[in-house]
């Protein structure tokens, strides 16, 4: 027995389209505005994520309850603190210039791209080192709980946007050796590296920002 909503398309508005009809590929501007998008709306999301830990910075200092905001033997290496910061600014000046490059058409952007994620992936690996060489926990005041999070959870996003960055790597080593099908879901794919490179680049250097901003404060305020 047929059902009575039998042939009524879903939304009234739109006129059903027969099942004999194909669906063109989608244009590649589309993925490119959308990836343009995420990348702003991410950076965003970073910013209110990473506030909370400055506002619990500035309101435990100023609470100082019993005066252990920070003891004495509390006190991160300074030289790795600062080891860390300059390998995440270099990170992202090579993701910038890797940006650069394939603007330009420069085949070697890989080599830029590629640099950023070894130093950023370096960054976390001195970060993991103070942990280990730190004499104090998260549970020895205001200041150590504050920097055992903050840079903790600043590491995993570290790490995130690295895995970012590599899939753009990745991407562009296929479509050299296997350049996508022009009849796929999306009308010619491989113009999406460039957009997707730059989406990943933008938040990279958004998050270093934050990364920098992160070192004053724990080190230097």
Same mark, same amino acid.
């Given at each position: 027995?047929?059902?009575?909503?039998?042939?009524?398309?879903?939304?009234?508005?739109?006129?059903?389209?027969?099942?004999?009809?194909?669906?063109?590929?989608?244009?590649?501007e589309i993925g490119a505005r959308s990836l343009y998008v995420a990348g702003r709306l991410l950076a965003g999301a970073a910013t209110f994520f990473f506030l909370a830990f400055l506002f619990a910075y500035f309101y435990l200092r100023s609470l100082n309850e019993n005066g252990m905001w920070k003891p004495a033997h509390v006190k991160?290496?300074? $030289?790795?603190?600062?080891?860390?910061?300059?390998?995440?600014?270099?990170?992202?000046?090579?993701?910038?210039?890797?940006?650069?490059?394939?603007?330009?058409?420069?085949?070697?952007?890989?080599?830029?791209?590629?640099?950023?994620?070894?130093?950023?992936?370096?960054?976390?690996?001195?970060?993991?080192?103070?942990?280990?060489?730190? &004499?104090?926990?998260?549970?020895?005041?205001?200041?150590?709980?504050?920097?055992?999070?903050?840079?903790?959870?600043?590491?995993?996003?570290?790490?995130? $946007?690295?895995?970012?960055?590599?899939?753009?790597?990745?991407?562009?080593?296929?479509?050299?050796?296997?350049?996508?099908?022009? &009849?796929?879901?999306?009308?010619?794919?491989?113009?999406?590296?460039?957009?997707?490179?730059?989406?990943?680049?933008?938040?990279?250097?958004?998050?270093?920002?934050?990364?920098?901003? $992160?070192?004053?404060?724990?080190?230097?305020?």
């Amino acid at each position: 027995m047929e059902s009575a909503g039998a042939g009524i398309p879903l939304n009234p508005g739109v006129p059903g389209v027969s099942s004999d009809v194909a669906i063109p590929p989608e244009p590649p501007e589309i993925g490119a505005r959308s990836l343009y998008v995420a990348g702003r709306l991410l950076a965003g999301a970073a910013t209110f994520f990473f506030l909370a830990f400055l506002f619990a910075y500035f309101y435990l200092r100023s609470l100082n309850e019993n005066g252990m905001w920070k003891p004495a033997h509390v006190k991160p290496d300074a $030289t790795l603190g600062a080891i860390v910061v300059v390998c995440l600014v270099a990170s992202a000046l090579a993701a910038i210039w890797a940006r650069v490059q394939l603007k330009g058409d420069a085949r070697p952007w890989i080599w830029g791209a590629g640099l950023a994620l070894l130093l950023g992936l370096a960054a976390v690996v001195v970060q993991c080192i103070q942990y280990s060489s730190a &004499h104090f926990g998260p549970t020895n005041g205001g200041y150590a709980s504050v920097f055992c999070a903050w840079t903790g959870v600043y590491a995993v996003a570290v790490l995130a $946007t690295m895995y970012w960055l590599e899939t753009q790597v990745a991407t562009e080593l296929r479509a050299r050796r296997n350049p996508a099908s022009r &009849h796929g879901d999306i009308a010619e794919a491989d113009r999406l590296i460039e957009p997707s490179l730059d989406a990943a680049v933008f938040f990279w250097s958004y998050l270093v920002g934050i990364g920098v901003i $992160t070192w004053v404060t724990l080190y230097l305020v």
